[in-house]
């Protein structure tokens, strides 16, 4: 079964770039895509970045997403205070039946 | 507007059964695939099911491990809700419960443009 292995934090300061890693422990990793949420407090997630790197509409290209290998990163330039949040990486496992998998996810505080 | 409101939470002691319900609104429900996520109180999120928009009457499911057996997802599209039947309840399922609508109707990966605000299960005696 995969299992993604985030960093429980990040931090930084406004206006700076910060990257959240996203690795995984399944050969198949590499094949599948890899989905990013953020989670405001209190709310409930919001897709940040599907297939890999492609952002939907209305998220500002402030975030961006990469896969290489077995890992993926969420990078968010141009930091803001309301950035602050939960972030969550997600994929699909192929291993028997299929099932979805999150990450354990990353606090990001923005000092 | 896109709209999910899920429905069923509540307190249930350890071994019981609860249903929860799913209304959506505003897209084509019946060709949508659709997921269940839960989030413990202060922890991650952890996706628990999936069912295929309907292709005749047998649409496809998928389970988490830690609920294959235990919880059964289906949808009723002429009412426009997904389900999620959970029994043998534990207290480690304990959780708020997210309904949230695939991105790609075809999909049933952890691709979701549109969640529900969730609906809290407490299993405890």
Redesign the interface.
């Known amino acids: 079964?995969s299992v993604l292995t985030q960093p429980p934090s990040a931090s930084g300061t406004p206006g700076q770039r910060v990257t959240i890693s996203c690795s995984g422990s399944s050969s198949k990793f590499g094949i599948?895509?890899v989905?990013w949420?953020q989670?405001l407090p209190g709310t409930?997630?919001?897709?940040l970045i599907?297939?890999d790197n492609q952002r939907?509409s209305g998220v500002p290209d402030r975030f961006s997403g990469s896969k290489s290998g077995t890992s993926a990163s969420l990078a968010i330039s141009g930091l803001r205070s309301e950035d602050e949040a939960?972030y969550?990486c997600?994929?699909?496992d192929d291993s028997l039946?299929?099932?979805?998998?999150?990450?354990?996810?990353t606090k990001l505080t923005v000092l | 507007e896109v709209q999910l409101l899920e429905s069923g939470g509540g307190l249930v002691q350890p071994g019981g059964s609860l249903r929860l319900s799913c209304a959506a609104s505003g897209f084509t429900f019946s060709g949508c695939a659709m997921?269940w996520?839960r989030q413990a109180p202060g922890k991650?999120?952890?996706?628990i099911s999936?069912i295929s928009g309907s292709v005749g009457n047998n649409p496809s499911t998928?389970?988490?491990?830690s609920v294959k057996g235990r919880f059964t997802i289906s949808r009723d599209n002429s009412g426009n809700t997904l389900y999620l039947q959970m029994s043998s309840l534990r207290a480690d399922d304990t959780a708020f419960y997210?309904c949230a609508k695939a991105?790609v109707p075809t999909s049933?990966?952890?691709?979701?443009?549109y969640?529900?605000?969730?609906t809290l299960v407490t299993v405890s005696s």
Do not use: C, H, I, T
């Open positions: 079964q599948n895509y989905y949420y989670q409930a997630p919001k897709l599907f297939r939907p939960d969550y997600a994929a699909w039946s299929g099932q979805g998998v999150f990450g354990g996810g | 997921s996520v991650g999120l952890e996706w999936a998928y389970y988490a491990d997210f991105r049933s990966k952890p691709d979701l443009d969640w529900g605000r969730g």
